[in-house]
């Protein structure tokens, strides 16, 4: 009995007992993975079904100028700075130095003082000049007055004479009187000219004492001080001077330079030049050569040349060293002359008669159609359709045109032979 109520108790249901799980969750893994195949296989439709363009190879167009009107270097040269007008400036006449008004560096103008000489000795000279001027002139003075007296005694005795009132001895001898008197005269004249002539000398010795700057130009030297002795001339030894200090004609200066004799036939007289000197590297400075100097220097077996430079700049000083090109000259740029551009051979095509080429435009191409000109080696020269930084397509196949899509071969790298 106790037996079957147990069986009995076993078959009731619990309520309270959560219910089994379902299958849903395996039906949206299903539909996940349907999902997934379907996105893939679209993808795959999109990336087979797109257009990618044709694959080619590109080359840039290369400008070559404007026609040759550059100039080419044909040779060049090292020298260095020079000025055509320097002058070590001095005193004409030897004397100890009172003041010097230059410092280095100083611009000075034509006939500007620039130092001056103790004048005492000449202006004694001068004061003594005037002195004897004086005298000379007194002298003449008083002969010229003995002169009036005698001619008016001759006179008189000229009429006396007629009227036998004196003798003619007496009126030879006022005659002779007045005549010598005349000589005195003339010469105490030319005694007072000379005179008149020292001191204009003397003067000139005071003014001697003043030395002015001969042109125009910059100091570049100070040669003398207050109380040192100069002398034009190399006198006494180490403690005279020879000059007041050196001024420079800054509009002067020009560079010479030394070329080899194998060379020299390249450079002509007004060839066009490009100085650079060693200070200033990116600075080009034009010009002209002025003369090629008609020696030769036998040691070095170089000519010298003059080359002058356009530019007026107080950069440029003399001593500077120089690099010289010698430039052949530029031909005449022709107006209607368009700058060309140099293409590979294998981008030009032949395309409904008219010769073309291919320029990239982003993702597409471009036809251009050409106006060729020369041939050098494998490349085109290109008047007209193409610019340069352009880039073209190499070996055009037939069924790229305008407009079509192109993607560009990049070049694979290097196989390692040595990987296994």
């Known amino acids: ?13 619990d309520r309270s007992a959560p219910p089994p799980p379902t299958s849903h969750k395996g039906l949206w893994i ?22 990618k363009g044709v694959e080619v190879q590109v080359a840039d167009v290369v400008a070559i100028g404007n026609g040759g009107a550059a100039s080419a270097s044909v040779l060049d040269a090292t020298g260095y700075v020079v000025a055509r007008r ?55 003075a008083g002969v010229q007055a003995q002169l009036k007296e005698a001619e008016a005694n001759a006179a008189r005795l ?12 007496q009126y030879e001898q006022a005659i002779a009187q007045r005549d010598s008197l005349r000589a005195q005269l003339a010469t105490a004249q030319r005694n007072a000219q000379v005179a008149a002539d020292g001191l204009r000398i003397s003067a000139q010795g005071v003014d001697n004492t003043i030395v002015r700057a ?99 700049d107080a950069r440029i000083v003399p001593d500077m060293g120089a690099r010289v090109s010698f430039l052949e000259e530029a031909k005449p740029v022709q107006a209607d002359v368009k700058p060309g551009v140099l293409v590979p051979a294998a981008a030009i095509v032949e395309r409904d008669g008219k010769d073309v080429a291919f320029a990239i435009d982003g993702e597409a ?9 020369r041939t050098l080696g494998d490349d085109r020269e290109v008047l007209e359709g193409l610019n340069g930084g352009d880039a073209v397509v190499l070996d055009p196949p037939e069924r790229l045109a305008d407009g079509s899509r192109v993607r560009i071969a990049r070049e694979e790298p290097a196989s390692d032979t040595n990987n296994e």
Request: no cysteine; net charge positive.
């Open 158 to 169: 000229g009429a006396l004479v007629g009227q036998k009132l004196v003798s003619r001895a």
């Open 365 to 373: 191409v471009q036809q251009r159609t050409l106006k060729l000109g």
């Open 1 to 13: 009995m106790n037996s079957s109520s147990d069986l009995l108790k076993s078959l009731k249901i």
């Open 214 to 312: 001969p042109f125009a130009g910059v100091v570049i030297a100070k040669a003398a001080q207050p109380g040192e002795i100069v002398s034009p001339m190399a006198a006494g030894g180490g403690f005279t001077r020879t000059g007041i200090g050196t001024i420079v004609d800054m509009d002067s200066l020009e560079v010479e330079v030394e070329v080899g004799e194998a060379f020299i036939g390249r450079v002509k007289p007004g060839m066009p030049t490009e100085t650079v000197l060693n200070a200033y590297q990116d600075w080009k400075i034009p010009g002209k050569v002025i003369a090629i100097i008609p020696a030769a220097d036998r040691g070095k077996a170089t000519v010298k040349v003059r080359v002058g430079i356009d530019a007026k």
């Open 30 to 51: 299903g539909l996940g993975v349907a999902a997934v195949v379907v996105l893939g296989a679209g993808g795959a439709w999109l990336a087979l079904g797109r257009d």
């Open 86 to 140: 320097m002058a070590t400036v001095s005193a004409k006449v030897p004397g100890k130095v009172r003041e010097v008004l230059i410092e280095e560096g100083q611009r000075v103008e034509p006939g500007q003082v620039i130092a001056t000489l103790d004048p005492i000795d000449a202006e004694q000279q001068r004061t003594l000049s005037a002195s004897q001027l004086q005298a000379a002139r007194s002298q003449a």
